[in-house]
């Protein structure tokens, strides 16, 4: 394999955030039916986290599945149509796919550590029965909280989606399209986010203005959705669409950034339709 390590030592500035955030934009236009389909059928695979045994192995395949839509978008990018296909397609890689799984094993458990250490000393919130019962989206253990649990509830979630997020943000698309093993990966992407900070700033800033207008029709969505009836089932439609294509803004940021930042993984020639070949440089 040829030497891909990239040279960091040159910072991109604050504009270069928005560009990713344009090129995300006009990314998810170009194929948006089919991958809001790979959306929906990743969202569909990750609602059975609550099955014994399957569950657990669906959490740990969650790396995979990212490059899988990452995959699909570099599909899209090339002037190709993504199937279905490129969302398996990490799982049954070999080498890639083993790489994939472990990072999804250190990710639970950093995750677990993180939000135990978070919740330690609540002793409601480390209750099994009532972790149960909030995990299987019962509202009335919601309700049985004060205000200070639910809050280091939430501070929990938020820091443990931080920490996963941070230390796969990179170690994902250097696996699959850079064939980097799982510890060089993390260094690398790490350093990455650290050195870049700036454009990056610029990019959360730029989502969180467009998840403000997403929240709020959400928020109207769901009021609207109360009403029961056939209107209850096709603005929970709406809402599933609306939140999965901000998803899907999020994979594309991720894979623009990507691509810019360590400028491996191209490719001469489109791709043909429904392209599953990889991508490794």
């Given at each position: ?34 991958l809001?389909?790979i959306?929906?059928f ?24 990212s ?23 990490p ?10 799984f ?8 950093i ?25 299987k989206?019962?509202?009335d253990?919601?309700?049985e ?48 986010l ?15 203005l ?20 056939l ?7 709406l809402?599933?669409?609306?939140l999965?294509a901000?998803?899907?803004?999020l994979?594309?940021s ?28």
């Amino acid at each position: 394999m040829p030497d891909n390590t990239v040279d960091h030592s040159r910072a991109f500035s604050f504009s270069r955030g928005l560009a990713w955030l344009v090129k995300s934009l006009a990314l998810l236009r170009m194929q948006s039916a089919r991958l809001l389909l790979i959306a929906v059928f990743m969202q569909v695979i990750l609602g059975l986290t609550q099955l014994p045994l399957i569950g657990m192995l669906i959490i740990v395949s969650v790396p995979a599945l990212s490059a899988g839509v990452l995959e699909a978008l570099d599909v899209t990018s090339r002037g190709g149509r993504p199937g279905l296909n490129l969302l398996f397609k990490p799982l049954t890689s070999g080498t890639h796919s083993g790489r994939l799984f472990l990072m999804g094993l250190l990710v639970f458990v950093i995750g677990i550590l993180s939000i135990s250490l978070m919740l330690s000393g609540s002793e409601i919130l480390l209750d099994p029965d009532m972790v149960s019962r909030i995990e299987k989206g019962d509202i009335d253990a919601l309700t049985e909280l004060d205000q200070g649990a639910l809050g280091k509830m939430i501070m929990a979630f938020l820091v443990g989606i931080s920490v996963s997020g941070t230390l796969s943000y990179f170690t994902i698309p250097l696996i699959w399209f850079g064939d980097r093993r799982l510890g060089p990966a993390l260094v690398e992407g790490i350093k990455a986010l650290v050195v870049h900070w700036k454009p990056f700033l610029m990019l959360a800033l730029g989502l969180l203005l467009i998840s403000i207008p997403v929240i709020v029709v959400t928020t109207f969505l769901i009021g609207m959705a109360a009403s029961g009836g056939l209107i209850s089932g096709i603005v929970m439609a709406l809402m599933m669409i609306l939140l999965l294509a901000f998803q899907m803004l999020l994979f594309a940021s991720q894979y623009c950034a990507f691509r810019d930042i360590f400028g491996i993984g191209e490719r001469s020639g489109p791709a043909g339709e429904e392209d599953d070949s990889q991508l490794v440089a």
